[in-house]
């Protein structure tokens, strides 16, 4: 009986340790989870470049630092056949990052960017050189461009302003992350800066680069000598040419045209900067010899242009005429 009795003591004993092993395993902590790792590391804003003059397509650029910069004028834009190529300041291009790339400011520089076509303005961090066709402003990348809403072909109107945001909107950004967008822009400043839009001085347009072309720097003897824009006044207004006296030359335009007038917006040298300006006032642009026309219309009386004078205003373009319409 002893020995029977003691059998089951033992019995007894292994369940009670099989039992109380089963309750550790069951209170044991889980594994911890491992955060999933970043597409791309996070970059860093020292040290700042400014860099040396350098020369591209035979144009010599100055980069400077402005304290003030606060210009209008097209952003183009760039997105995956750029991806892991180092950028001007040594980072790799990462599409989907909210970057730009810009000719002359410090790098890296903070700008927020507006598309004057709908007010929406986001924070840009520029980190490469850029762009050299077609005189536009600044490049921006895929993400950027989706940001702003301007993904469209074609070139859109911008301006952009530095600005210096605060460090959690700068780390948000070098973690290629977005950073909060700001306060849609107010219509009476919009028409202000489409109003600025239209005096900027155009240049011929260069040919279109499929490939990010290389810088070269180039040695400059003094400061007081550099070539380039002042960013901290404003540039000196270009006079207009005086009007020939010889007969007007027959435009090309894409859509026929009939009556004999026309609210003429602008007049520009460069063809797409035309196009694209008249896509976003809904204009149209005709050639007329070197120079590209903006203009609604055409009329059958200088009453029944009235309604595009109305058009142009809406859209920020107040002092327009009403011309004779020399396409017919």
Known sequence: MRSSNRNWLALGGAASLLASCG????????APRLAPPLTAPAVADEPVKIGEPYS????????????????????????????????ANGEDFVPSAISGAHKTLPLPSYVEVTALGSGRTILVRLNDRGPFSDDKLIDLSRGAAEQLGITGDGAAAVRVRRVNPPEQEKALLRAHHRAPERIETPQPLLKV???????????????????????????????????GASFDTPAP??????????????PVSAKPVSGSYIVQVAALSSQSRAEALARQIGAHAVAAGSVWRVRYGPYTSQEAAQPGVKAAAAKGFANVRVMANDAR
């Open 193 to 227: 800066l489409r109003g600025r839009l239209a005096q900027v001085p155009a240049s011929p347009p260069a040919q279109v680069q499929t490939a990010r072309p290389v810088v070269q720097a180039i040695p400059v003897a003094s400061s007081s000598s550099r070539p």
């Open 237 to 250: 207004p270009t006079p207009k040419p005086a009007p020939k006296a010889t007969a007007p030359t027959k």
């Open 56 to 87: 591209v397509g035979g144009k010599t650029y100055v980069p400077a630092d402005p304290v003030n910069y606060d210009e209008v004028g097209y952003a183009s834009w760039y997105g995956e056949e750029a991806t892991g190529k180092p950028t």
């Open 23 to 30: 309750s550790e395993q069951a209170v044991a902590p889980p």
